[in-house]
């Protein structure tokens, strides 16, 4: 060593003499210096100096002309275009070239004589923290005698042989970290610390600001891009078509002009414009068969051969087509105000000089520099440039995208780091070249130029449109796609022109009636034809052949030309029963669907007071589908939970905590009258299946005071007569109100967990909650009460959990974690430090989460938690203790449909670490495709070996409602689908806390094979499908019991391939005939995909419901605030809509039928004369005013029972899905009752006043008479009928019948009062004629209760020998059966739950199917004694809600004592 030293002495003096000038050898005398401890110091300062220096230089050139090298590269490939930047680039690198070698030749003259140095010189960056430069087997002492400051040497040196002039020394040290080596610079944040440490102290201590997210180093963003983007983009060629996109950052003049001018930032929902309203709108209208047939008609009727007036036709197909483009345009002028709202919003925009100004959304262009501040939404694409951070990163939450709330960590390139001011935007200019506009959400490829360098970009730099800046208090970006161009735009889909089931149908109705039409009219001809050959033209007084006659030139009546004449005569018919077709029909369902829309937006019962939103109809066109639905397909994240999760129960060394009690066995009690159901369920279960420590037993009857004051007695459970409202008041005391926290259990709330047998078990699972995780903690309103935030719901809801039990997390900075414990010796909270060396992520391939801590006791443990299956694989043998029980555990949390995650630890050797965390950090600073699989390796190496502590269950809390929601909704007959982008495990448990499965179901679990996935062919992997559905129809055929349905589970790979057409007739009949069906890790385009085949293979009327992009509610046709609300929407606006609507068109039919058959009459016994039975207005007045208003209110306010029924009796919503009350046998029905009435009409007013005098003096009733009685006989036969359909009358339907019927006879007076040049034959008509004649009134009379009496002979058979459910339900509750026989309610009640497969009610019946089955199959019962004596009693009238909690006396007994006395019935 001393050899060695001397050495190095001798080259220092050696240089320090070349540096003096004298260059003679001065060796001589030197071997017999002393050597002292400042000798050493001094050389080794000096060398190091020189070579930091040298090092220093030499890297630097390097990687300088490796730079130049690669783009002098680029541009030779480019030279065509880029000549002369090329020549500039080689001279450039010659000189950079030439500059090295010179560097290299002085670098290598002074690293001659210090070449035993090398060996002592260390450079690198361990477990995130500066190691420093140091030496390799050395004393603490040296190291501190290096670390000091020292006199820095002349940078320039001077030889009288050679002249050397280095360069100036640079202020910086070499790379710090990797992300410094990707930025070719050290970045500020790394500077910052290194001068931290040559202060000699840390930096989180001399830096006092709140740690951010930001801080911590550990997420996948942090990643650089290089390792994100995929290999294969390495082979994309920008400006080729995908990759054309061209953007000037900070130059938007550029984009004004092509080839560079791209879409605008405004963005519209609305289904037309200014423009195209009017032929699009006109468009819609006449493509309804009724419109177009009445706009022939009323261009006929300017030719000569109509029978009325042409105002009379043209009037009121411009009034019905009117209204309905009036409706459609305030629909579309509703969306108008939304989008102006979203487009007028503001952001701030640079306008040059480091100027920002405030603009429209609308006025953005590509290239602009936008600043975006804190919890502003994003106008539209933007590239990341900085942010307020120092690290450049941000976080976002897209819930407006894919419905999730959990924050995204987003960050710009380190490059533009320095533009996080307004000025510094000034000069900022770049070139991104990047991809084409397209709807992928997760993906982007791109390149930025910037300072004449190229620097990759991916989605991690991307912010979307719609997003919202979360946590952040500004942003800079540029604008990369506007408007259409958006990718959230792009997943959104153009308002389409949608029709229900029933208004296609309609159309068919329609078909029909012209089809009668057209019979009569030919009927009408005919007959014309042949009574004009051979009787009119024997009509003398007709002269008809006469060849004087002028008006012989009449085509219609023209015997030498019959053909014509008939042909003429046709068309005229055409026009005069045109009444058969109910022209007002459309619009007055246009009416109507606009009113049932109002009632929907007005329903205070679906308002969310917590968002304060209600139900919103944002079209009115498919009301009564909500009626037919016969599945549903939903979404999960933002539908079916809230993204909130809440910590509900634990398995801590073996024993559960937080009650075994779910809902349905509660209920399932309830029925049976059971009043212990986990001491039933020890009775009825096998001896084996159910073991507990003797420490949870004891920890149980130390508590079972507090249990008992829980079920509201003192001394046990036999005291029935506590108040129901104390009960529920004591339970919810002990039931936690804390956000994220839904758990109580004695035995180790408040503190009581540092009394267990086995504590350091205990204490590790706690410790493994608070500190395994990304959070950070925020301050709370509360004292001693912390809020935090973290990269997942679950993570924050473990911190909240173990804050409740006394390990509270409350700091961290880079290297350190703070806790506040409770010692279990003293039962004091003490501070403590655990050092954190390393945090292996979690992601969905590793599917667990590690840190490895030091404690203050120098002890390293590696904390671990992820899925059971992965834990449970990486146990020691000695870690198993508590498998067993743990595995019951797990089963039983997941029947409740909660999320599980099991805890391990392992105690670590300061060796193993040391030598693993080698290969870990260069694992970790590697760069390229092998980074992943390097880290994958590492992390296997230590995750091994673990003991196992137990599993937490977590609840992904539903949105309120949700469970009781789906049971209605599955009790109505509808099928439910989960689609949802989660992994399959989290898509089953949502499956169980929704009701979705069921512990009996059979669950088929269809995925592509680990062989058929590694082979990737086409071929293979649907040949492994085919093989799997061809199995899953064998177990279906062999499945004969009906009480254990099939459910399928779907994964998203398998989804993809059974969904292709030639295998997707394979997959579908086995989808449907399922009672479940959950697709998991589904992309947005198979969302749509599979509605769409579904909707085309059932032909049913599919619901799909979602948020985000994938189903932009701009584009839907009602939103909801809440799950919840979809069973009121559909079970009861959804069946009211479906038979109002079914209602509606059938009246429509009857009484157009019941008009416009008298014409038809009247022309054949007149003999075809071609005379007009009714007065013009008479024709117009019908169907506009004297019959529209009884029919609106029929499909506003009609009820056939209330609400509450109705979700009383779900079932009832099926007469919509089987369309009971719109067959083609109710509608020929309704044709044949109008063709009855209309006969009994006409006949009776023929027959009674043709043979009678009409007045007084004798005279006969004339044409104008006969066209009034009948006439108004008609308006009181069709209003009389529908007085018979309402079954629900308020004030308004009394109003708008008897005033409509009143409103016939103003205008008959009004009507006459008029001079006869205006009221032609009804001058004087009321008053003079019908009012005073006795036989008007008695005809009127007559006529109609014949008329109706067909109709009220069918619902009264009807009633008596087949009635429907809801005739069954209406005579139950008006004869007051629902009060006063409370069991036949009852009875119906529970006929409607029978067919049910999932909900709620399902899994009850299936469970209690289970526990009499096994009561059934127990022959020998069991009782045990207590320690403290406790009778259990089975009366029937303690509440369910008293067993809420767990009752210690289920745990399972000795056996000496099992075979006491017999189970209480």
């Known amino acids: 060593m001393r050899r060695g030293v001397m050495k190095t002495l001798k080259a220092v003096r050696r240089m320090k003499t070349i540096e003096n000038g004298d260059f003679s050898n001065s060796e001589s005398n030197s071997d017999g210096e002393e050597l002292t401890l400042d000798a050493i110091q001094e050389a080794y300062k000096t060398m190091f100096s020189k070579w930091v220096k040298m090092c220093e230089i030499n890297k630097s050139l390097r990687k300088r002309a490796n730079e130049l090298v690669k783009e002098n590269d680029v541009l030779k490939r480019a030279a065509d275009n880029y000549e002369f930047l090329a020549t500039e680039r080689e001279k450039k690198l010659k000189e950079t070239r030439a500059e090295l070698e010179s560097t290299q030749k002085n670098l ?55 002249v050397i002039i280095l360069p100036p020394r640079r202020k910086r040290f070499v790379p710090i970290c990797h992300y410094c ?65 061209l953007v000037f950052c900070n130059e938007p003049h550029m984009h004004k002009a092509k080839p560079y001018k791209y879409a605008k930032n405004y963005v519209s929902t609305a289904k037309y414009s200014v423009v195209s309203f009017l032929p699009k709108a006109l468009f819609e209208q006449f493509r309804r068969v009724a419109n177009l047939y009445f706009l022939l008609a009323a261009l006929l009727s300017f030719s000569p051969i109509t029978a009325f007036d042409s105002v009379s036709l043209i009037a009121p197909l411009v009034f019905v087509v009117g209204i309905s483009m009036l409706k459609e345009a305030v629909e579309d002028w509703h969306r108008f105000l939304q989008d102006l709202n979203v487009n007028s919003r503001l952001v701030q925009v640079h306008i040059g000089g480091g100027i920002f100004v405030s603009k429209a959304w609308k006025e953005v262009c590509v290239g602009d520099v936008v600043k975006v501040t804190k919890d502003e939404y994003f106008p539209c694409d933007i590239l990341l ?116 089931r029933i208004e296609r149908k309609m159309d068919h109705v329609i078909y029909l009636l012209f089809s009668m039409l057209v019979l009569i009219s030919l009927l009408t001809a005919t007959g014309f034809s042949v009574f004009l050959k051979t009787r009119m033209v024997n009509g003398w007084y007709l002269r008809l052949e006469d060849d004087n006659n002028d008006d012989n030139d009449d085509l219609l009546f023209n015997p030498s030309s019959v053909l014509v004449s008939g042909l003429l005569q046709f068309l005229r018919a055409i026009i005069l029963y045109g009444y058969l077709i109910p022209i007002s029909l459309y619009v007055s369902i246009e009416v109507v669907k606009v009113l049932q829309a109002l009632l929907i937006n007005k329903d205070t019962q679906m308002y969310d007071d917590v968002s304060c939103k209600s139900v919103r109809a944002r079209t009115s066109n498919l009301n009564e ?49 059971i009043v212990d159901i986990e001491a039933f369920q020890f009775c009825t279960d096998d001896l084996d299946t159910r073991s507990q420590s003797l420490q949870g037993f004891e920890s149980s009857m130390a508590d079972i005071g507090t249990q008992m004051a829980v079920l509201g007695t003192k001394k046990g459970v036999q005291n029935p007569s506590s108040n129901e409202n104390s009960e529920i008041s004591s339970a919810c005391k002990l039931v936690s109100n804390i956000k994220g926290f839904n758990f109580w259990d004695d035995r180790i709330m408040n503190k009581k967990w540092i009394h267990a047998s086995n504590l350091f078990d205990v204490t590790m699972f706690f410790r493994v909650m608070a500190l395994c995780h990304t959070g950070i903690p925020v301050e709370d309103d509360k ?37 506040k414990e409770v010692d279990p010796y003293s039962g004091k909270v003490v501070k403590r430090q655990y050092k954190l060396l390393n945090l292996l992520e979690f992601c969905s391939s590793r599917k667990r989460m590690s840190v490895i801590v030091c404690n203050e006791d120098g002890q390293i443990f590696l904390l ?137 179901m059979k669950q088929l679990h269809l995925s592509l094979g680990k062989e058929a996935e590694t082979y990737d062919q086409l071929k293979v992997m649907k040949e492994d499908i085919i093989n799997q559905l061809d199995g899953f129809y064998r177990i279906m055929s062999k499945e004969s019991n009906q009480h254990s349905p099939l459910a399928l589970v779907v994964d998203g790979k398998a989804l993809e391939i059974a969904l292709r057409c030639d295998v997707k007739d394979h997959f579908l009949p086995l989808a449907v005939k399922c009672a479940s069906v959950i697709c998991c890790r589904v992309s947005p385009k198979q969302k749509a995909l599979i509605t769409r085949l579904v909707k085309e293979f059932t032909g049913k009327t599919i619901l799909a419901i979602g948020d985000g992009a994938n189903d932009a509610v701009m584009a839907s046709d009602f939103s909801l605030p809440q799950f919840r609300f979809l069973g009121r929407l559909l079970i009861v606006h959804g069946h009211w809509c479906y038979k109002r609507i079914s209602k509606m068109i059938l009246y429509f039919v009857y009484k157009n039928i019941a008009f416009g058959l008298t014409l038809f009459y009247y022309e054949l016994y007149t003999s075809f004369s071609g005379e007009v039975l009714y007065d013009d207005w008479y024709m117009t007045l019908f169907n506009v005013i004297l019959t529209s208003l009884p029919v609106i209110s029929l499909g506003v306010l009609e009820q056939d029972v209330s609400s509450e029924v109705c979700l009383q009796f779900p079932a009832l919503y099926q007469q919509g899905q089987r369309n009971t009350h719109f067959t083609w046998s109710r509608i020929i029905g309704w044709i044949l009752n109008g063709v009855v009435s209309s006969l009994v009409i006409f006949l009776s007013n023929i027959y009674i006043l043709s043979p009678n005098s009409f007045r007084k003096d004798g005279a006969v009733a004339d044409l104008t008479h006969l066209g009034a009685m009948t006439y108004t006989c008609i308006i009181w036969t069709v209003n009389c009928q529908i007085s018979l359909i309402i079954n629900h009358f308020t004030w308004i339907q009394h109003l708008f019948i008897w005033g409509s019927i009143f409103l016939w006879y103003i205008f008959l007076f009004v009507y006459g009062a008029l001079s006869p040049a205006y009221s032609e034959g009804g001058f004087h008509l009321l008053v003079e004629s019908l009012g005073t004649s006795p036989m008007y009134w008695t005809v009127t009379f007559l006529a109609m209760v014949v008329s109706l009496l067909p109709y009220f002979i ?63 199959h127990k022959k020998e019962p069991y009782l045990f004694s207590l320690p403290s004596p406790l009778i259990l009693s089975a009366a029937p009238t303690i509440s369910p809600l008293q067993h809420r909690r767990k009752i210690p006396v289920s745990l399972k007994p000795p056996r000496s004592q099992r075979k006491a006395a017999t189970l209480p019935s």
């Open 108 to 162: 290598n003259m002074m690293t001659s004589g210090t070449n035993k140095l090398e060996h002592i010189l260390l450079l690198g960056r361990s477990s995130g923290d500066w190691q420093g430069l140091g030496y390799t087997g050395e004393s603490s002492t040296s190291k501190k005698v290096f670390m000091k400051e020292t006199p820095t040497p002349e940078p320039q040196t001077t030889l009288s042989k050679k």
């Open 181 to 245: 080596s990707l930025a070719g610079h050290i970045r500020p944040r790394c500077y910052k610390y290194l001068n931290a440490l040559k202060r000699g102290f840390s930096p989180s201590v001399s830096r006092k600001k709140k740690l951010k997210w930001s801080k911590l180093y550990s997420f996948s963003c942090m990643k650089p891009c290089g390792a994100m983007v995929n290999e294969d983009l390495s082979s994309v060629v920008f400006g080729q078509p995908g990759f054309s996109r």
């Open 385 to 500: 440039l900085s942010s307020s951070y120092e690290d450049g990163i941000c976080y976002i939450e897209t819930m407006n995208l894919d419905g999730e709330t959990n924050l995204k960590v987003k960050r710009c390139l380190e490059e533009t780091l320095n533009l996080d001011k307004d000025e510094e935007i000034g000069d900022f200019k770049a070139i991104i070249r990047c991809e084409d506009p397209n709807p992928q959400l997760y993906t982007f490829v791109g390149n930025l130029e910037l300072r004449n360098k190229s620097f990759p970009l991916c989605p991690v730099q991307l912010l979307l449109r719609d997003s919202k800046l979360r946590n952040t208090e500004y942003i800079y970006g540029v604008v990369i796609f506007t408007g259409k161009d958006a990718k959230a735009v792009r997943n959104s889909t153009m308002v389409p022109s949608k029709r229900s």
């Open 625 to 673: 589908e909500l009626g037919q639905v016969e599945m549903i397909l939903s979404d999960k994240t933002g539908t079916l939970t809230c993204n909130q999760m809440e910590f509900r129960k634990c398995s801590i060394a073996g024993i559960s905590y937080g009650g075994d009690i779910n809902k349905v066995d509660l209920e399932a009690s309830k029925i049976m009258n």
């Open 783 to 819: 004292v001693d009460m912390l809020k935090y935030e973290a990269e997942s719901p679950e993570e924050v809801a473990f911190l909240i959990a173990a804050q409740e039990f006394g390990l509270q997390f409350y700091g961290r900075t880079q290297s350190t974690m703070f806790l």
């Open 864 to 1000: 671990c938690k992820g899925a059971d299956s992965i834990i449970f694989n990486r146990l020691a043998d000695n870690g198993r203790t508590y498998q067993e029980a743990t595995t019951r555990h797990l089963s039983s949390y997941a029947e409740d449909g909660l999320r599980t995650l099991a805890f391990a630890y392992r105690l670590l050797d300061d060796s193993e670490y040391k030598s693993w965390n080698k290969i870990f950090t260069q694992a970790k600073t590697t760069i390229g495709p092998e980074r992943e699989e390097l880290l994958e390796k590492a992390s296997e190496m230590i995750e091994k070996d673990l003991i196992l502590l137990g599993v937490v269950a977590v609840e992904d809390k539903l949105q309120k409602g949700v469970p009781e929601c789906i049971d209605k909704l599955a009790q109505a007959g509808m099928k439910i689908w989960l689609l949802t982008g989660d992994k399959k495990e989290t898509a089953i448990n949502i499956g169980y806390a929704c009701s979705l499965l069921r512990q009996d």
């Open 1354 to 1416: 069918h619902i009264a058979i009807q009633r008596l020998f087949f009635p429907m459910d809801d005739h069954v339900i209406q005579e139950i509750k008006y004869c007051g059966k629902d009060v006063d026989d409370d069991k036949m309610w009852q009875r119906e009640q529970n006929n409607s739950k029978k067919t049910a497969q999932i909900g709620f009610s399902a899994r009850v019946e299936a469970r209690l199917r289970d526990l009499k089955g096994n009561l059934q």
